[in-house]
C-alpha cells in the first residue's frame, strides 16, 4: 500500500500548523485517549498517579510530540523509502517498550482517535476527510511496523526462556 505525494502533503501541512501548538494539542490528545479508554490511564507513567491531566508536565508535552512527530515521519519516509523508518529511537526499542507495557491492538485504535480528533481540532475548518484519511493511514503503517516488533520480541523472549 503506497502513500501517495497528496497525501504526504496533507500531513506535513497540518504538522506545520500543529508545531505551533503543541502544549495545547498535546494535553488534548491525553484528554482524548482517556475519554475513549479511561482505563489507559496507568499505561502512561506521567498519568498514572494523578486524577487529570497535568497542564505543565514536560513527560506529557515530550510523549505528545513524538507521537506527532513519529507519525509525520513516517508518513515522509513512506513516500520516500516505501517502509516506516523511525528517527531518534529504534523500531525495536519502540516494539519493546510497547510488549513491556501490555500494549494490545485496541490500545493502538485509541490513540488513532485520538490522533485524528486532535487533527481535526489543530486544522478546524482546513481539516478535510483526505487529511485525516492520510493521518491515518500514516498512523497506521507506524503502528504496523511497532507491532511487528512486538511479535518478534516476543517470540525472542519465548525462545530464551
Known amino acids: 500500500m ?8 496533507l500531513v506535513k501541512e497540518s504538522w506545520e500548523v500543529m508545531k505551533e501548538d ?10 482524548m ?6 482505563e ?7 498519568l498514572k498517579d494523578t486524577n487529570e491531566i497535568p497542564q505543565n508536565n514536560p513527560k506529557l508535552k515530550s510523549h505528545a510530540v513524538k507521537v506527532f512527530k ?4 513516517s508518513a515522509i519516509q513512506l513516500r520516500e523509502k516505501g517502509e516506516v523508518v523511525v528517527s531518534g529511537s529504534s523500531l525495536k526499542y519502540l516494539g519493546s ?13 485509541v490513540v488513532k482517535e485520538a490522533l485524528i480528533r486532535t487533527v481535526e481540532k489543530a486544522m478546524g475548518e482546513k481539516c478535510s476527510e483526505e487529511m485525516k484519511s492520510a493521518w491515518s493511514e500514516a498512523y497506521d503503517h507506524l503502528a504496523a511496523a511497532i507491532k511487528t516488533e512486538m511479535k518478534q520480541e516476543a517470540a525472542q523472549t519465548q525462545t530464551q526462556l
Not at 33 to 38: C, D, F, K, N
Not at 40 to 46: E, I
Open 2 to 9: 503506497g502513500f501517495s505525494e497528496k497525501q504526504e502533503a
Open 22 to 31: 503543541i502544549p495545547a494539542l498535546s494535553l488534548y490528545l491525553y484528554a
Open 33 to 38: 485517549i482517556l475519554e475513549i479508554a479511561p
Open 40 to 46: 489507559a490511564k496507568g499505561l502512561f507513567s506521567f
Open 70 to 73: 513519529m507519525v509525520c515521519e
Open 97 to 109: 517498550v510497547h510488549l513491556q507495557k501490555g500494549i494490545v491492538d485496541p490500545h493502538f485504535e
